[in-house]
């Protein structure tokens, strides 16, 4: 009886548990992406990284990149919120940049990430919050959410980019 009671318990704690991120292994991005990658030269895709951990839950939308396939300016994943209510209120994207340009963090609210990185928040807006850093190969990280009647906040921000994970 006991465990019975014990079992029930835990049913109950992990039902009624408040999650607050959700993930996305690599290995659940659809095929399409993971060709799609496979025709990029060698040396980008060593550095494409997509977030594994989102403050809601998400599925894979879309990639996209330079049309030009010889000089890779920059690579770009876009995720569709599960709940069809937040697919109105939320956009989601991450883009990487191939470069080392990023804009000086004096005029902008910095966010120390988990492995170092200073990422400074590019745009904090009521509808928009945009997240910038250069990672240690000095290619130029961006994560941007457009979002409306809900809230995301920079702790949020912070979640997806310390997420980070390598496709290959």
Known sequence: MKKIYIVLF??????????SA??????????SFHQEISKLPKDIQVKIKVPTEFPFDVEFFRFSTTPEEKNIVYTSVIYEPVDHELSNKVNL???????????SSKSYESIK???????????????LKVLEWADNDGDVQEL?????DTEITNADLKMMADSLTSVK
């Open 144 to 148: 941007a959410v457009m979002f409306k």
């Open 22 to 31: 959700y993930d996305l292994p690599i290995k659940e991005y659809p095929q």
């Open 113 to 127: 990430l988990n492995n170092g990185e200073v990422a400074i928040l590019k745009k904090n807006e009521e509808e």
């Open 10 to 19: 835990v049913l109950i704690t992990v039902a009624c548990s408040n999650q």
């Open 93 to 103: 994207s991450f883009t990487t940049y191939y470069s080392d340009k990023v804009d």
